[in-house]
């Protein structure tokens, strides 16, 4: 099997493989989401493999694969009916199919928003298994209440078979979150990686299970799988497998450096001025994403009791 059937499916939106969704996006006037924390975002659908697409904008990337039967999509956006309305639109300009199936890479609202919208649909909904407790208590400035818990539920792995397409999620370990998800096709040589891949910087939600030694080891895992494209959680752009392994190296740099500071007694709160002052290395710390003190305690607590665990 090469390819799904794109002759039956795609070759008659050939032409659409970049498409900005904000023309199709008349249905608007719907009543919007109560308390919505943003107006819905336009979606733009890149083809990143024969019938596999990237949708981008309103939130993390979502990722789908049309079949003769069906999609299966990964992530959900940011909450919202607007939101949800603008990227089933995105998926109707490359197929008239119905979402399938749904998988959340993680708990975060802007991945999971809309997940509601699509189990009343009647997709089935699949994350890992500790996002539903995560999700009993969550709350986000991104959405206006708690993102609907996935339905169905696994620890380690989960297939799914749609149209004579494969889609397989994987759970190794903390990294972003506790409850990542990599879903891979392994027929198209597409894996959607989740906030695991994001240019802007390493990002590892430590109060919800996040790590950054396991973050790079996940990376490790992700490099296993037979792929050529890469989604990123975040970014307008796919990614080669180069990219991912240099990315990869980056963030082992970044790591080997942060041991050896915190080895040499680098205190917390000089920490980030101190990695940052370092030339050589990829990114500049800080932010939402690295300033925030729990994340630096776990740093400290991880790369203290492990450096260089990520061999
Ligand atoms: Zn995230």
Known sequence: MTTCSRLMLCASFAALQLVGSSALAQPAPAAPAPAAPRAAAPVTVKEVAPCVYMAVGGGGNSTFQATRNGVTLVDTKNMGEDQYKALLDAIKTVTPKKVVFVFDTHHHADHTGNNEFFEKDGAKVIGQGSMVEVL????????????????????????????????????????????????????????????????????????????LLGYSQSLGDILKLDFTV??????????????????????????????????????????????????????????????????????????????????
């Open 136 to 211: 009993k208590t969550y709350t986000s400035t991104l959405a206006p209440h708690t993102p609907a818990s996935p339905k169905a539920v696994f620890q380690t792995r989960y297939t799914v078979r749609l149209g004579g397409q494969t889609a397989i999620a994987y759970h190794w370990r903390g990294g972003h979150t506790g409850n990542d998800a990599v879903i891979y096709f392994p027929e198209a040589r597409v894996v959607a990686g989740g906030d695991l891949l994001d240019m802007r910087v390493p990002n590892y939600d430590a109060p919800f299970g996040g790590s």
């Open 230 to 311: 890469a989604v990123p959680g975040h970014g307008d752009d796919p990614w080669t497998k180069d990219q991912v392994k240099a990315y990869k190296d980056k963030i082992d740099a970044l790591i080997e450096r942060a041991s050896a500071l915190i080895k040499a007694g680098t205190p917390k709160e000089k920490f980030i001025d101190t990695i940052n002052a370092e030339t050589g290395l990829a990114w500049k710390l800080g932010g939402q994403f690295w300033a925030p003190m729990p994340r630096l305690d776990a740093l400290y607590a991880e790369l203290s009791k492990a450096p260089g665990a990520t061999r």
